[in-house]
């Protein structure tokens, strides 16, 4: 029975070292194994491990997938003196756990280093810069992308010798004008506007006079042409008129001088004229009438 | 002494038990292996933390218990979505309780825009999705922030606000999913859409001002238009005027003149004799309508002279 109570209490006591000197590394993960604060060994590939139980040698884990952080906003000057405040974001990942292990001590002091640099590399970077390469309605001209690269290639050559740190990717999150500027661009993006909507108002107008001018101008060209239409009727129905006239009137020319000329003194004789007639005039003849005149 | 040969009584009193509970909990621990995976899922086997199936289908599987194989499930159908507004200037923005900045956009033409979009997205790679980014959909929207604003930059106001709306969603879509397969983050987009597009509130007036004057053109365009339409036909109504005035202008000229010739020739027509007497009619009736008329009328003799120098003194005297 003793020898059957200590091979019980042997194999927990058995299990219990194998459960704390046994451990899984993950593919995610970088361990440090550490005693007593002292580098022992990296295991980079996952798997199955062991080491001393306990105490004895410490398991350090760290992520191996890409970590990622915004920087504050921060007021940047560029070449030609532009202000410009600009936030931005930082990709990295550890690329020799032993360097970040020995030189940071946790994550939020490597994305304090880390955030500094950018930051300073980035206002260096931009004094090289115009704001026509941020801003422009010319693709071409915008170097947003070569900036960010240039930062990246910066500081990674100090970020992986110096903490183990690899800047995946960086990029410009944000852009803002400080406030002052910002009440500027309000300003003159009004007075913009108002000067297109005059422009339509204008154009507007112009169209319309362009549109009636030339719409008088059709009206009176219809107009005109129906006159001289009306005219050339007018005239054939006053040439055949004269016409006819001429045609029944030559038949007799004396007698159409005869009716004419009665038609004048119709005239011309009115309430006051004064007329003074000869007693020898055809009218009168008859006044100094005698037989013999008969004969 | 007492409690251990109590224990031992116990022992051996349930020795059969015993086995059976040992037997019972280890049968336990092996099930604990079955694991589901359902129909929008897919899974990632690991041994002793080691991917050795990263494509496990839907249905029933069997792992070796914990601690030696572990599953992580990958929701890889499910469309996900996500809403960009960091260019919203919207009441609760915590950036601009942090800094006190405005949200917006400059555009190519230094004007400032609001802008919102939603990126709709699913994992298209599980392992990639699991193993390089710790924070996916950060990164996603760290990218799609600085694509926005890169695309935005070089794009004039107006264009941004009228008809690049498509471009820019092509642009974003396109250049997010290179930024995210550079870094291998097993995501994929598969939609991209422009929600808001504004000015800023400040100046939000000054552009639907510009609105109303793009109506106002249109409607005064329409307006000549119309005048056009009434004056065209108004003219053509005069001109049928003028044309008709002027036909009856011509026949009533030549009825006119059929008219007056005709009495003419009636009366030239007749024989000489009958003419001349009708001459004469009409010269008497002409006489004894028109003398009637006029107050002053003097008749003289030719033959007698004194009498011509008297009504030439009268005549005079008259005048005066």
Redesign the interface.
Known sequence: ?KRN?LFVVCSIIIIVLISLSIF?????EFVIITQFGRVVRIIE????YFKLPAFLENINRF??????F?TQ?IQLLLRDKNPI?L?S?V?YKISDPLTYFQSLTNKDVAIQRLSDMTISTLGSTLGEYTIEN??????VK?K??EIEEKVISVCNQKAKSKYGIEI??F???????P?IV?ES??N???A???K??????A???E??T???A???K???Q??A???K??????G???K???E??T???S??PK??E??KS?DV??EI????????????SD??KY?NYKEKDEK | MSILSEIKIIILQSKKYYYTVILGLFVLYLCSGIYFISQNEIGVLMRFGKVIDANVMQGIHYALPWPIDKVEKVPIKTIKRIIIDDFLDLPNNTFYKNTGLASYCITGDNNVINISCVIQYSISNAVDYILNVKDNEILLHNMADNIIIKCLLQLPVDEILTYSKIKIENYIKSELQNKLDELKCGLNISFVELKDVKPPQKVQQAFNNVINAKMEKEMTIDRAKGEVNRMIPTARGRANRMIEEANSYKSTAVLRAEGDTKRFSDIVSQNKEAASLTKKRLYLEFIKEIFPKIENKYIISNKDKMNAEKFKIFIEKLKE
Do not use: H, W
């Open positions: 029975m109570m899984i590394v993950d593919e995610r590939k996952p798997g199955l992520d191996k997938r890409v970590e990622i915004k906003p405040i936030t974001f990709c941020i801003i422009n309605t010319d693709a915008i947003l992308s995946i990717s990029g410009i999150q944000r852009i803002n004008y406030t910002l661009v309000y003159r993006m009004q913009e506007r108002d297109e909507a005059q422009r339509y108002r154009e507007g107008m169209e319309f362009k549109i009636e030339t719409a008088a059709e009206a009176a219809i107009e042409e129906a006159y239409k009306a005219e050339i009727i007018k054939e129905g006053d055949k008129a004269i006819i006239y045609k029944a009137y038949k007799d007698f159409y005869f009716l009665l003194y119709n004789l009115k309430e006051k004229t004064t007329l003074i007639l000869s007693t020898e009218l009168l006044l």
